[in-house]
């Protein structure tokens, strides 16, 4: 399997080190979601964490400015869990955000992906991947202009 082109660009958040999520905070996550997280996330959280983009990180017509992890409060993973709780509450889980505050959130049943957005006449939600390295894959990375 290819490397999905995002891995590339991924940049450390507030510092010069990634804040990867540790063993306990995936378990207090997996606790709070009555939930076990996809291998492949797992896999992505515990090496980059809270973490940017160099460049637009698009998927379709949407933009992730940045993925949820350990470290920093305004980026911790553990913390979006307890903030977005009616994601956790429904067994969703708050992966990432664009720069509206509009989510990105993982459904670890499927690991499937999905995007909500909150507009004036409701939100609107629209699936994007059927996993975490198929979302990773469909993301196309340009240069800020």
């Not at 082109?5 to 507030?14: A, D, S, T, V």
């Not at 997996?30 to 998927?59: N, Q, S």
């Not at 004036?120 to 800020?144: C, H, R």
């Amino acid at each position: 399997m290819n490397t999905p082109e995002i891995l590339k660009h991924l940049r450390p958040i507030g510092g010069t080190t990634f804040q990867p999520v540790q063993p306990d905070e995936i378990a207090e996550i997996e606790r709070l979601l009555a939930k076990k997280l996809p291998a492949d996330y797992v896999a992505f959280i515990t090496k980059y964490g809270h973490c940017g983009v160099d460049g637009d990180a698009i998927i379709g017509d949407l933009l992730v400015f940045f993925f949820y992890g350990g470290g920093s409060k305004i980026g911790s993973l553990l913390n979006a869990v307890k903030c977005y709780d009616g994601f956790a509450e429904n067994g969703w889980l708050v992966i990432a955000r664009d720069l509206l505050g509009n989510l990105f959130a993982l459904y670890p049943d499927t690991g499937e992906i999905w995007f909500s957005a909150f507009t004036p006449q409701g939100p609107v939600n629209l699936e994007l991947a059927t996993s975490f390295t198929d979302f990773l894959s469909k993301i196309e990375v340009k240069p800020i202009e």
